[in-house]
């Protein structure tokens, strides 16, 4: 019997040795230390051997029991080994090339992206970029401005006022704290801070209580401001008409309706020819819905700066009498709405991924 033992152990170390892998070696595992093989059987059987055979024969078989799973572990350890680099070869991936397709991006939001482009025509103007506070006073962003004490634009309703002690907060007072309704303080802020000529606009966020398709509690404009010796009406429009060209196409005009705002005199509407059809009908003889049939759209407020505003600062060298000046002022959302046809203001603000992926 121990000879049949030592002959199976033979066979079974020349089968492992000739597995060449970690498949083949487990079928010569099952074949010789499986439930079924003759060497497990064996050591099932020896407790019906005669006495004098038993011992001899079971400690034969567990000794090679053992040699075998020892050098089935041993081959395993080989072969599991190359086998892992033959799949480190074979599976590469060069981790220094882009992903295909290319992952998504972020990208500068349309208010963003509108703010830049409408800062990048001024800026070719000759026109510096100025940004200032959201928390203004009464005084800069009212009373400096030429604004009536009767104003309406005063009013609790109309803007928001930091509370303060009293309360309600008096709207009269210079150094009342306000979050601004424009960013027109700057046109006082920076003659206070230099002399003439003056070439600015003014990016930001303000503020009014509104809240409706075409208006929002927070929004942006740009305000723009140029002082300077025999400044004109002409100069005026000759700016935004290189303005709207720029935005809105180089076959645009650009026409200027009276108006009235505090800081401005005369001021005028600005409205920019119909980029969606020809005097109001579209390409199909449909009314158009972009401009409603008027084949003008209103851009922007502007006019030349008001004598009283710049004899608030006539001590920096603003003396009316000596220069002159206009301004003007527009919000970046609606430039956008136009230019990109996108026809509630709330949708800038909606995160809707819809949207923001379109530009």
């Known amino acids: 019997m121990t000879e049949r033992i030592a002959q199976i152990q033979q066979q079974a170390t020349a089968a492992i040795a000739a597995a060449t892998t970690t498949s083949a070696l487990e079928d010569v595992r099952v074949r010789f230390l499986g439930r079924k093989a003759e060497l497990p059987n064996l050591l099932r059987g020896v407790a019906e051997l005669p006495p004098e055979q038993r011992a001899v024969t079971g400690k034969a078989a567990n000794l090679a029991r053992q040699a075998l799973e020892a050098a089935i572990e041993q081959r395993g350890g080989e072969l599991a080994g190359a086998e892992l680099e033959q799949r480190l070869v074979a599976d590469r991936i060069d981790v220094t090339l882009p992903a295909d397709p290319l992952p998504a991006i972020g990208r500068l939001h349309l208010m963003t992206q509108t703010r830049r482009e409408i800062e990048d025509v001024f800026i070719g103007l000759g026109f510096n970029v100025a940004e200032g506070p959201e928390v203004e006073t009464v005084y800069y962003n009212f009373d400096a401005l030429n604004h009536a004490p009767t104003h309406p634009a005063r009013l ?184 990109h046809n996108i026809p509630d203001l709330r949708l800038f603000y909606d995160n809707d991924i819809r949207l923001l992926e379109q530009f």
């Not at 108006?259 to 009908?281: A, W």
């Not at 009316?320 to 970046?332: L, S």
Request: hydrophobic content about 40%; overall charge negative; some cysteine.
């Open 156 to 339: 609790l309703s109309d803007t928001f006022y930091i509370k303060t002690s009293p309360d309600p907060p008096d709207i009269f007072d210079p150094e009342t704290a306000l979050l601004r309704v424009h960013t027109s303080p700057m046109q006082i802020r920076v003659m206070e801070s230099q002399p003439p000529p003056i070439y600015i606009i003014v990016p930001g966020r303000v503020y009014r209580p509104d809240s409706d398709a075409t208006h929002t509690p927070q929004f942006h404009q740009i305000e723009g401001l140029a002082v300077d010796d025999d400044i004109t009406l002409a100069d005026l429009k000759g700016t935004l008409l290189t303005f709207a060209r720029a935005i809105f196409g180089e076959d645009r005009q650009v026409r200027l309706r009276p108006h009235f705002f505090p800081f401005t005199e005369p001021s005028v509407e600005v409205d920019v020819s119909c980029f969606n059809c020809t005097r109001g009908i579209t390409a199909d003889g449909q009314r158009c819905p972009l401009c409603k049939g008027t084949a003008w759209l209103e851009i922007l407020g502007s006019g030349m700066v008001d004598p009283n505003v710049l004899a608030t600062v006539a001590d920096n060298g603003y003396d009316p009498e000596q220069v002159q000046g206009f301004a003007f002022g527009m919000g970046i959302e609606r430039i956008a709405m136009l230019k």
